[in-house]
């Protein structure tokens, strides 16, 4: 285990047994469409790496980056798009892919403007939900695991763009924050 990590909440094994069975919902789900699959960066990226691997559909793949939270743990409410959309999503059933939701402003501006672009559906994915401080009324159509309120790292989540790599969930020990 890595050092500055105090307990793992969620082991790779546990992870990738989740997301087998998403990837097995989103397959039926999806069953004779051809969804516009959207990672949303950076957290997102491993979990979309192993999940469209298990989603046995014809597919395109996108990629937009928007930031939140700069380096700190706390959600400022501002959403910048750090990289938009390459290809349009008019008419098409889109399925987002996302790391964790946690107040739901990241994602409610998202799905706002995806709207706006006039796709035909819209479904979101997350790996992790953190429902106790929703503020944007949103939820997600397909979860893989539900959390307590408590700052998480590792599978794509990072704390001040460190941890990514780590193919298990964790909490940080207290002092890593204080640095
Ligand atoms: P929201 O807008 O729902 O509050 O936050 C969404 C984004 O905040 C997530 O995509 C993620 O980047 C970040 N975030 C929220 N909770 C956590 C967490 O527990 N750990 C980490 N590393 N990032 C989080
Ligand atoms: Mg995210
Ligand atoms: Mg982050």
Redesign the pocket.
Request: hydrophobic share 40%; aromatic share 14%; no cysteine.
């Given at each position: 285990m890595h050092n500055d990590i105090e307990k793992v909440v969620i082991s790779e094994e546990e992870i990738q047994a989740r997301v087998n069975e998403l990837g097995a919902q989103l397959t039926r789900d999806y069953e004779g469409k051809k969804p516009l699959v959207i990672c949303?960066l950076k957290?997102a990226f491993i979990f979309m790496a192993d999940l469209v691997k298990r989603i046995e559909v014809p597919m395109e793949m996108d990629f937009m980056a928007v930031s939140?939270?700069g380096a700190s743990t706390e959600?400022s409410g501002v959403v910048r798009i750090l990289k938009d959309l390459d290809v349009s999503v008019e008419d098409r059933d889109v399925l987002i892919v996302?790391?964790?939701?946690?107040?739901?402003?990241?994602?409610s501006y998202l799905i706002n403007i995806l709207e706006g672009r006039k796709a035909a559906s819209i479904k979101v994915v997350t790996l992790f939900d953190?429902p106790a401080r929703r503020s944007a009324n949103m939820e997600a159509d397909y979860k893989g695991f539900v959390l307590p309120d408590?700052?998480?790292?590792g599978y794509g989540?990072?704390?001040a763009e460190e941890y990514r790599n780590l193919p298990y969930i964790g909490v940080l020990k207290p002092h890593i924050y204080s640095k």
């Open positions: 949303v957290g939140s939270y959600s996302e790391d964790i939701i946690d107040t739901g402003l990241t994602l953190k408590e700052f998480i790292v989540l990072d704390y």
